[in-house]
C-alpha cells in the first residue's frame, strides 16, 4: 500500500553524491529501498536495515544500477529532416552554400511552421521513447523551429501536450533560435518582437509550460546587449535564462549567462577563461555539447578540463536537433566526454546525471540518494566502466518494474 519494495542482488551501483560536487559512490554487492517512488536508503546488501527485511524484494538479476540520464539540451520538436543536406555537406558542398539556397536550418523551420500540433506530438512521442529505451528519463526540450509567433505557439502547445500525458521535461522558449526570414537583416527588431510580444503571448496562452528561455547569442545572430533584453522580458514572465553562447566566435555569452543568474550556459567551445570564473562564482552550469562538435566536423572541443579546474560544475547533453546532432544516444556523449573532452568516466557521468539535473534546478533527479527520484537502470554488465570502455556497443538498460 506505501508501495515499498527492496531491489536486491546487484553486482554494483554507482551513483554520484549531491552533497560533493564531483564525488561518484561505487558499491559492490548493493541493495536500494524505496517508498512511494523514492529512494529512502542504498547501501551495501549486508547494511540493509532490519526494518526493509520482511519487504517485498526486486531481483535485480546481477545488474548494475545507475540513476537514469538528464539530457539538459535538447530541441526535440521540429518537422522535417536534413539527411539530404548531410550527404551533400559530405560531398563538400558548404553550409554556408546550401543556406544561401534556402536550404540548413530554413529547411527545418519551413516543414516545422506546416507541421500541426498532433504532428508535432506525435513525432515528439516517438523520439521520447527512443530516448527513454537509451536510459534518458527526463530532458529540457527547446522551441525554436518556429521563429513567428503562431509556430512558436504550436511547439509550446505541442510540449503542453507531452507533458500531460507523462512525459517528464523541462520546456524552454527559444523563438531567438535564429533570425525569423521575416527579420531578415533586421536582429534589432527581431529581438524587439521576442521580447516585447512573443514571449508574453507565448506564455499567457500556455501557462505553466515553459520554465526557460533561450536565445542565441552569437556573432550574426543576437548581440548580447539583443540578448539581455530578451531574457530580461524572460525573467519578468518568471522564465529562467539558459544562454547558447560562444559556439562559434567568442561574443561574451558566458558573462552574460554570469551576469544574468542564468541556469546555464550551453556550447562554450570559445569561452573565455573570465567567462569560466564567473559562471564558477555565479553557480552557471556549462552545459557541453560534443555531439555537435563531432557532428559539424569542428576541431575545436569545449574546454571541459579548465573549466572544471575554475570550479566549474560542467554537465553534458545531446543537443538533439536536425542540422548539428540528430543524436538520442547518451552513451555516444558519455563517450565523446570521456574520448574527446578528456573527462574521467565518473566525471562524464555526473555530468549527465547530477550536474545535468541540477542545471535544470532539480535536485532529485541524477543520483540514488535518499530522496531522489527512483528512476534506476539496470545495466547488465560485468563493471559498469563497460558503458564506456565498448565505443559502438549498443547498450539498452532494463528498467524497475511499475
Ligand atoms: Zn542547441
Same mark, same amino acid.
Given at each position: 500500500?506505501?508501495?515499498?519494495?527492496?531491489?536486491?542482488?546487484?553486482?554494483?551501483?554507482?551513483?554520484?553524491?549531491?552533497?560533493?560536487?564531483?564525488?561518484?559512490?561505487?558499491?559492490?554487492?548493493?541493495?536500494?529501498?524505496?517508498?512511494?517512488?523514492?529512494?529512502?536508503?542504498?547501501?551495501?546488501?549486508?547494511?540493509?536495515?532490519?526494518?526493509?527485511?520482511?519487504?517485498?524484494?526486486?531481483?535485480?538479476?546481477?545488474?548494475?544500477?545507475?540513476?537514469?540520464?538528464?539530457?539538459?539540451?535538447?530541441?526535440?520538436?521540429?518537422?522535417?529532416?536534413?539527411?539530404?543536406?548531410?550527404?551533400?555537406?559530405?560531398?563538400?558542398?558548404?553550409?554556408?552554400?546550401?543556406?544561401?539556397?534556402?536550404?540548413?536550418?530554413?529547411?527545418?523551420?519551413?516543414?516545422?511552421?506546416?507541421?500541426?500540433?498532433?504532428?508535432?506530438?506525435?513525432?515528439?512521442?516517438?523520439?521520447?521513447?527512443?530516448?527513454?529505451?537509451?536510459?534518458?528519463?527526463? /530532458?529540457?526540450?527547446?522551441?525554436?523551429?518556429?521563429l513567428?509567433?503562431?509556430?512558436?505557439?504550436?511547439?509550446?502547445?505541442?510540449?503542453?501536450?507531452?507533458?500531460?500525458?507523462?512525459?517528464?521535461?523541462?520546456?524552454?522558449?527559444?523563438?531567438a533560435h535564429d533570425l525569423a526570414p521575416e527579420f531578415s537583416g533586421n536582429a534589432?527588431?527581431n529581438?524587439?518582437?521576442?521580447?516585447?510580444?512573443?514571449?508574453?503571448?507565448?506564455?499567457?496562452?500556455?501557462?505553466?509550460?515553459?520554465?526557460?528561455?533561450?536565445?542565441f547569442?552569437?556573432?550574426g545572430v543576437f548581440?548580447?546587449?539583443?540578448?539581455?533584453?530578451?531574457?530580461?522580458?524572460?525573467?519578468? /514572465?518568471?522564465?529562467? *535564462?539558459?544562454?547558447?553562447?560562444?559556439?562559434?566566435?567568442?561574443?561574451?555569452?558566458?558573462?552574460?549567462?554570469?551576469?544574468?543568474?542564468?541556469?546555464?550556459?550551453?556550447?562554450?567551445?570559445?569561452?573565455?577563461?573570465?567567462?569560466?570564473?564567473?559562471?564558477?562564482?555565479?553557480?552557471?552550469? *556549462?552545459?557541453?555539447?560534443?555531439?555537435?562538435?563531432?557532428?559539424?566536423?569542428?576541431?575545436?572541443?569545449?574546454?571541459?578540463?579548465?573549466?572544471?579546474?575554475?570550479?566549474?560544475?560542467?554537465?553534458?547533453?545531446?543537443?538533439?536537433?536536425?542540422?548539428?546532432?540528430?543524436?538520442?544516444?547518451?552513451?555516444?556523449?558519455?563517450?565523446?566526454?570521456?574520448?574527446?573532452?578528456?573527462?574521467?568516466?565518473?566525471?562524464?557521468?555526473?555530468?549527465?546525471?547530477?550536474?545535468?539535473?541540477?542545471?535544470?534546478?532539480?535536485?532529485?533527479?541524477?543520483?540514488?540518494?535518499?530522496?531522489?527520484?527512483?528512476?534506476?537502470?539496470?545495466?547488465?554488465?560485468?563493471?559498469?566502466?563497460?558503458?564506456?570502455?565498448?565505443?559502438?556497443?549498443?547498450?539498452? *538498460?532494463?528498467?524497475?518494474?511499475?
Amino acid at each position: 500500500m506505501s508501495n515499498r519494495r527492496v531491489l536486491v542482488n546487484l553486482r554494483g551501483l554507482l551513483t554520484p553524491d549531491p552533497a560533493r560536487t564531483w564525488a561518484v559512490d561505487r558499491i559492490l554487492d548493493a541493495a536500494l529501498a524505496m517508498e512511494g517512488g523514492r529512494v529512502v536508503w542504498m547501501g551495501r546488501a549486508v547494511d540493509l536495515p532490519s526494518a526493509w527485511t520482511d519487504v517485498p524484494k526486486v531481483d535485480g538479476g546481477g545488474a548494475w544500477a545507475t540513476p537514469g540520464f538528464v539530457d539538459p539540451h535538447t530541441h526535440l520538436l521540429f518537422g522535417g529532416d536534413r539527411s539530404g543536406e548531410f550527404n551533400r555537406r559530405l560531398q563538400g558542398v558548404s553550409y554556408k552554400h546550401i543556406a544561401s539556397e534556402g536550404g540548413g536550418i530554413r529547411e527545418t523551420v519551413r516543414a516545422t511552421r506546416s507541421a500541426s500540433v498532433d504532428e508535432l506530438v506525435a513525432s515528439g512521442e516517438s523520439r521520447l521513447r527512443a530516448f527513454r529505451e537509451r536510459g534518458v528519463v527526463h /530532458l529540457e526540450c527547446k522551441t525554436g523551429y518556429g521563429l513567428e509567433l503562431e509556430a512558436e505557439s504550436r511547439l509550446t502547445a505541442a510540449y503542453g501536450e507531452l507533458k500531460r500525458r507523462g512525459w517528464s521535461l523541462d520546456v524552454t522558449l527559444l523563438p531567438a533560435h535564429d533570425l525569423a526570414p521575416e527579420f531578415s537583416g533586421n536582429a534589432e527588431a527581431n529581438a524587439r518582437a521576442v521580447a516585447d510580444e512573443w514571449l508574453p503571448e507565448l506564455v499567457r496562452r500556455h501557462p505553466g509550460v515553459a520554465r526557460f528561455c533561450d536565445v542565441f547569442v552569437e556573432t550574426g545572430v543576437f548581440t548580447v546587449e539583443q540578448g539581455r533584453h530578451i531574457f530580461d522580458a524572460g525573467l519578468r /514572465l518568471g522564465l529562467t *535564462p539558459r544562454v547558447h553562447a560562444d559556439e562559434l566566435t567568442w561574443t561574451g555569452g558566458a558573462e552574460l549567462a554570469a551576469e544574468l543568474g542564468a541556469a546555464s550556459a550551453d556550447h562554450l567551445m570559445f569561452c573565455s577563461e573570465a567567462g569560466m570564473k564567473a559562471m564558477a562564482a555565479t553557480d552557471v552550469t *556549462p552545459v557541453l555539447l560534443p555531439g555537435t562538435t563531432l557532428f559539424l566536423g569542428m576541431r575545436d572541443w569545449a574546454p571541459a578540463r579548465k573549466m572544471i579546474g575554475a570550479g566549474c560544475r560542467v554537465a553534458l547533453a545531446s543537443d538533439f536537433n536536425p542540422g548539428s546532432c540528430p543524436c538520442m544516444d547518451p552513451l555516444t556523449i558519455l563517450r565523446l566526454g570521456c574520448l574527446q573532452l578528456r573527462m574521467t568516466f565518473e566525471e562524464a557521468f555526473t555530468a549527465m546525471t547530477f550536474h545535468a539535473a541540477r542545471s535544470l534546478r532539480h535536485i532529485d533527479l541524477g543520483h540514488l540518494h535518499t530522496g531522489a527520484r527512483a528512476e534506476v537502470l539496470l545495466w547488465d554488465i560485468e563493471e559498469v566502466l563497460e558503458l564506456v570502455y565498448w565505443v559502438g556497443e549498443p547498450f539498452r *538498460p532494463r528498467f524497475l518494474p511499475a
